[in-house]
């Protein structure tokens, strides 16, 4: 279908003026009506990606529909009052960005339907410079209140406004930002979505105690909550935001999804909708072009076969938390009580803790959506000889806790972090939620306490890792890709890691052997490395590879081995300005080795979709076989 199966030229643009508070019958029904089209059209776009494959959070952005409505008829109606434009804190809402570009014009419908989709402009949080009609990129959970406070403080005399949730006002940016934007009367206006529901859970069941509304106000703030569906209710406290001078959060109850069969009410609505839910809403809605068109989406395969690589895939941030339980089994109640504590920062289902907290309960804290803090804590736990705390997130957050990682350090605390999807592989979230600034996590001196860096390449290796290295002291962090990755085979076509295997800190390890140079590589990179080295071979270029599964160790004996070489290549899926590949070359020099020398890694913004992220940057296999063909030459 070439065209957009809803008919969006069905919106009805409207005008508000916040001097009058009250919506005429005319007003109010061209509001609901523009509230059911756009509602309508979130659910089919979204689920488009859940079609293919790239996910795409339908509940955030479905829900915040009504605010946005009236913020849209708000801005029509006087844009010399407002900064025009819907920043959100909450950037996995970003379909709302996507749809409101389309009824401004900027954006062509029918894009949408590649939500998400590589190539498509269209990745997981909005990217200024990037789709049109995007006016803001934001980031990652909690990061805009502080920045619209300085965008309110540039536009005086202007309302700026910020979308919030009750997940986002957890995290300690909008304590920070709260007291400034009190303290200098900013005009800013909070319109926060308060549904009790994170990824994980009830923020009243993990986090008793906090209230968004009594946080607020013990900050200073004006705030007016209701009900986010009362249409009439919601457009008042708005207004009387707007007339009040100084920062006010207008807190909007509802539950996730309203009105969404099965959804309504379910943290399972936090994420895209799936596609047998969206056909059930679209059915009743009467959308039947929409319903033909989710039908008929294919879901885009990779069909390139591995070399190397077995056709078992497994997730390895899955199997950190088997292996950790694995090793908690050894232990009575007991000890594990004593000398464990594992701290969830909401993400426990896709970090693996969720496996822990099934096992073992009672060492498992869901300490929500504040992850500088939880991971201070479990270092705290871990401070004591004996004790060891285990924290876990997503790696792009790991830039968000390099002052606590260095208070652990400072502290000598033992520490076992996992740091799930680490590089670019699957991440249609995009640039921002990249994993690729992961080695600031070794910002130590050279005589300081012991941190080391682990990046298994395969669920084998993932379990060995996760037992060689879970009672030493000190930090450790261990890296997981967002995506599945197959178990690698030896040049028999054995599991390489499987049997005896034992993962031994700080060694590399040959998996294939060369005489023409080396390929030093790890994680996701490390199959598609491997790919390219039998596939080098078999033209006659005889080159090896290397798994530098301890990123920031020196091994000194295979560093010997690959610098008599002609050529060392280093592929990673980190940034290539901070990843292992800015180390490599110096190592190399201080030894007096001085092979050719070439590193790959991340250097462009990102392309959405999932796979097609590393021919994207270059590091899929052909990226690989062209730069060593041309240190070869």
Request: charged share 20%; net charge negative; proline share 4%.
């Amino acid at each position: 279908m070439s065209t957009f199966p809803i008919n969006l030229k069905a919106y009805k643009p409207l005008t508000l003026d916040a001097s009058n508070p009250k919506l005429t019958p005319e007003q109010r029904d061209a509001l609901k009506a523009n509230i059911q089209l756009c509602r309508d059209a979130i659910v089919f776009f979204t689920a488009t990606g859940a079609a293919r494959g790239v996910g795409g959070h339908t509940g955030g952005p479905y829900d915040t529909v009504p605010e946005v409505m009236i913020l849209d008829a708000l801005f029509r109606g006087s844009s010399d009052k407002y900064v025009p434009i819907f920043f959100d804190e909450a950037g996995h809402r970003v379909a709302t960005q996507y749809l409101m570009s389309t009824l401004e014009g900027s954006l062509p419908a029918e894009q949408l339907m590649n939500y998400r989709g590589a190539n498509s402009t269209l990745p997981g949080h909005p990217e200024l410079g990037l789709t049109p009609g995007v006016k803001f990129s934001s980031g990652r959970l909690g990061h805009m209140w502080p920045y619209v406070n300085g965008v309110a403080l540039a536009n005086p005399g202007k309302t700026a406004f910020c979308l919030g949730s009750d997940g986002s006002q957890q995290e300690g940016n909008d304590a920070e930002a709260a007291r400034l934007a009190v303290a200098q009367q900013i005009n800013v206006k909070l319109l926060i979505d308060d549904n009790d529901i994170t990824i994980a859970g009830s923020p009243s069941d993990y986090l008793p105690g906090f209230s968004v509304k009594k946080t607020l106000e013990g900050h200073g703030l004006k705030v007016l909550e209701g009900d986010g569906e009362d249409v009439d209710g919601l457009y008042a406290r708005i207004c009387e935001a707007i007339n009040t001078p100084g920062p006010v959060a207008v807190i909007n109850k509802r539950a996730m999804c309203v009105g969404i069969d099965g959804l309504e009410g379910s943290n399972h609505g936090h994420d895209v909708i799936s596609v047998d839910a969206a056909l059930k809403y679209l059915e009743a809605r009467g959308h039947s072009d929409a319903v033909a068109n989710l039908k008929s989406v294919v879901k885009p395969s990779q069909d390139y076969t591995f070399l190397g690589a077995s056709e078992k895939y497994d997730s390895n941030r899955n199997v950190f938390g088997d292996a950790v339980v694995d090793v908690l089994s050894g232990m009575s109640e007991d000890d594990r009580k004593a000398k464990v504590l594992v701290v969830d920062s909401d993400l426990e289902g896709s970090c693996g803790l969720h496996k822990i907290r099934a096992a073992n309960p009672e060492i498992f804290i869901s300490g929500g959506i504040q992850e500088r803090g939880n991971l201070s804590a479990a270092a705290g736990f871990g401070m004591a000889k004996g004790k060891q705390g285990i924290f876990a997130t997503f790696s792009a957050f790991l830039e968000m806790c390099i002052s606590e990682i260095t208070m652990a350090r400072l502290n000598k605390s033992n520490l076992l972090c996992h740091f799930s999807h680490a590089g670019i592989d699957d991440m249609a979230d995009n640039t921002c939620h990249f994993g690729i600034n992961n080695m600031f996590a070794d910002n130590g001196l050279d005589d300081g306490y012991e941190t080391r860096l682990y990046f298994p390449a395969d669920a084998n290796q993932m379990k060995a890792c996760v037992k060689s290295v879970f009672n030493n002291p000190g930090l450790r962090f261990i890296f997981s890709t967002r995506s599945k990755v197959p178990l690698l085979t030896d040049t028999k076509g054995g599991e390489l890691y499987a049997g005896n295997y034992t993962f031994t800190p700080g060694k590399d390890e040959v998996v294939r052997e060369g005489t023409a140079g080396y390929i030093v590589s790890f994680g996701e990179a490390l199959y598609r490395s491997l790919d390219a080295v039998e596939r080098l071979k078999k033209e006659g270029i005889d080159v090896g590879l290397i798994n530098k599964s301890t990123l920031n160790v020196v091994d000194e004996d295979m560093m010997k081995k690959i610098g008599a070489t002609s050529f060392v290549v280093v592929v990673e899926s980190f940034n290539r300005r901070t990843g292992l590949g800015s180390r490599f070359g110096s190592w190399l020099l201080e030894r007096g080795l001085s092979p050719k020398f070439a590193y790959l890694g991340t250097h462009e913004e990102g392309c959405g979709g999932l796979w097609e992220q590393f021919p994207h940057q270059g590091i899929d296999p052909a990226g690989i076989m062209k730069t060593v063909k041309s240190l070869a030459s």
